[in-house]
């Protein structure tokens, strides 16, 4: 082994155990929301759990602006790159606020439909949740920023104080208010702001004065903009719909009062997916910074390793301890939950190591292959669908684990088949490299 990559090695664990210290804490916090579940109606917190799930979606489209961002600063060489790059998140900002203000018209106009379809207890909710979801879509993209300058210290931070304010202000409210679905996405949204003011303030880019916050909407180039933006949040997006849709579904067709033993199963054996972040987070920039600079690197090779290990280490935890994790946050009725935390953490598996190969082939510019995976969010979709109705019929009068497992399976088989799809076009992209490798010599 070389000098130079025992040390990008080291650099390696180095920023990617602050990030995942920084993420396991701020997730942690985030995660720590789910203790005031007991303080909360069963019907409350089977809403709060639809509305965090929900945000996830919100802010797909801001994962492919993460991505873009983080390859413009990676790829950034002057002066002149900090302040296209500052324009043109001025830009997206002005085009987001726009955008809101017309969804909130349309919200106001189809509140019943809302409330019904969604079994909230109030629109309030939604429009809380619809407002931290503007935090939400532009947070991301200042992320990205510090991503691609591997600013990894200040990231870490952000991502920290994420769920810590999310953790204190619902803390708050819950005691000077009341446990409600409302006032937990209040919180949320107020976590979500106080991380955007701290990224953006340490992202290092150059101010603008406001005159130009209005120009930079025209100087923007937005096909190029358009052209790196759909594949990357088609790509980025599709590990968190294939980690998200499902409780969406679930809170659409079973029993509302049932839906919150399955969110709460959910969101531990989703966590798998929240600790890989970190890794592939610090990945991302150097494979970008390696392919630019066409030096090689074997980073791929060991994020996969250590994502492995991670997972392993997750299924037999699981296995052997599945009411550990819901004795801690929830209350006893919650441990019925408990045989679906294997099934669920073991359905994450392919979806965890599915993440590092998507990063890498968006960090490669590979971008044909994203609609390989987009193919396979849709079916996964369809069969949720399909089959969830008549499952949900199974648990019409109690909580009925086999019918919630059948959900899980499906879960299980679609990852599965996108984990296979990524590792098709890894394999691909691969044998285009050393073709091109070899015509240029």
């Given at each position: 082994m070389s000098e130079a990559s025992t040390e990008s090695k080291t650099a390696f664990l180095r920023q990617s155990g602050w990030m995942s210290a920084a993420t396991a804490l701020g997730g942690?916090?985030?995660?720590?929301?789910?203790?005031?579940?007991?303080?909360?109606?069963?019907?409350?917190?089977?809403?709060?759990?639809?509305?965090?799930?929900?945000?996830?979606?919100?802010?797909?489209?801001?994962?492919?602006?993460?991505?873009?961002?983080?390859?413009?600063?990676?790829?950034?060489?002057?002066?002149?790159?900090?302040?296209?790059?500052?324009?043109?998140?001025?830009?997206?900002?002005?085009?987001v606020l726009a955008v809101m203000?017309?969804?909130?018209?349309?919200?106001?106009?189809?509140?019943?439909?809302?409330?019904?379809?969604?079994?909230?207890?109030?629109?309030?909710?939604?429009?809380?949740?619809?407002?931290?979801?503007?935090?939400?879509?532009?947070?991301?993209?200042?992320?990205?920023?510090?991503?691609?300058?591997?600013?990894?210290?200040?990231?870490?931070?952000?991502?920290?104080?994420?769920?810590?304010?999310?953790?204190?202000?619902?803390?708050?409210?819950?005691?000077?208010?009341?446990?409600?679905?409302?006032?937990?996405?209040?919180?949320?949204?107020?976590?979500?702001?106080f991380a955007f003011g701290l990224a953006i303030s340490r992202a290092g880019l150059p101010k603008l004065h406001p005159i130009e916050w209005l120009s930079s909407v025209k100087r923007v180039d937005w096909r190029e903009l358009t052209r790196q933006f759909i594949p990357l949040s088609v790509g980025a997006g599709a590990v968190i719909y294939m980690m998200s849709v499902d409780m969406v579904i679930v809170?659409?067709?079973?029993?509302?009062?049932?839906?919150?033993?399955?969110?709460?199963?959910?969101?531990?054996?989703?966590?798998?997916?929240?600790?890989?972040?970190?890794?592939?987070?610090?990945?991302?920039?150097?494979?970008?910074?390696?392919?630019?600079?066409?030096?090689?690197?074997?980073?791929?090779?060991?994020?996969?390793?250590?994502?492995?290990?991670?997972?392993?280490?997750?299924?037999?935890?699981?296995?052997?301890?599945?009411?550990?994790?819901?004795?801690?946050?929830?209350?006893?009725?919650?441990?019925?939950?408990?045989?679906?935390?294997?099934?669920?953490?073991?359905a994450m598996v392919p979806l965890a190591l599915a993440a590092v190969l998507v990063n890498n082939l968006l960090a490669q510019k590979y971008y044909h292959s994203v609609y390989g995976l987009a193919g396979v969010c849709l079916a996964y979709t369809f069969a949720l669908w399909h089959f969830a109705p008549k499952l949900a019929e199974q648990t019409a009068a109690e909580f009925n684990v086999l019918a919630y497992i059948g959900v899980v399976k499906i879960i299980g088989l679609s990852n599965l088949t996108f984990l296979g799809v990524a590792g098709l076009f890894t394999y691909l992209c691969q044998k285009s490299q050393v073709i091109d490798a070899e015509e240029g010599h």
């Open positions: 942690t916090t985030s995660y720590a929301v789910h203790l005031f579940a007991k303080d909360m109606p069963d019907t409350e917190y089977g809403a709060f759990t639809t509305m965090l799930q929900l945000l996830n979606l919100i802010a797909i489209p801001a994962i492919g602006l993460q991505a873009v961002f983080a390859i413009k600063a990676a790829e950034r060489k002057t002066e002149a790159d900090d302040f296209r790059i500052a324009r043109e998140q001025f830009g997206i900002i002005m085009v203000l017309v969804v909130f018209g349309l919200i106001y106009l189809n509140q019943t439909t809302i409330v019904t379809s969604l079994k909230l207890p109030s629109i309030q909710v939604f429009v809380i949740t619809l407002t931290a979801g503007i935090f939400a879509l532009l947070l991301p993209m200042v992320y990205g920023v510090l991503q691609g300058k591997q600013y990894f210290l200040w990231l870490g931070w952000a991502t920290l104080s994420l769920g810590a304010v999310r953790l204190a202000a619902l803390f708050g409210l819950f005691k000077l208010r009341d446990p409600s679905a409302l006032y937990g996405m209040l919180a949320v949204g107020l976590g979500f702001a809170q659409r067709f079973f029993n509302e009062k049932q839906t919150g033993f399955y969110a709460a199963a959910g969101m531990i054996g989703r966590a798998l997916i929240f600790f890989v972040g970190p890794m592939v987070a610090v990945m991302f920039p150097k494979i970008v910074r390696s392919r630019a600079e066409q030096k090689p690197t074997d980073i791929l090779k060991f994020t996969i390793l250590l994502t492995g290990g991670l997972c392993v280490t997750a299924v037999t935890l699981g296995i052997l301890l599945p009411e550990l994790p819901l004795r801690i946050i929830y209350d006893e009725p919650y441990l019925k939950a408990a045989p679906l935390i294997p099934w669920f953490i073991a």
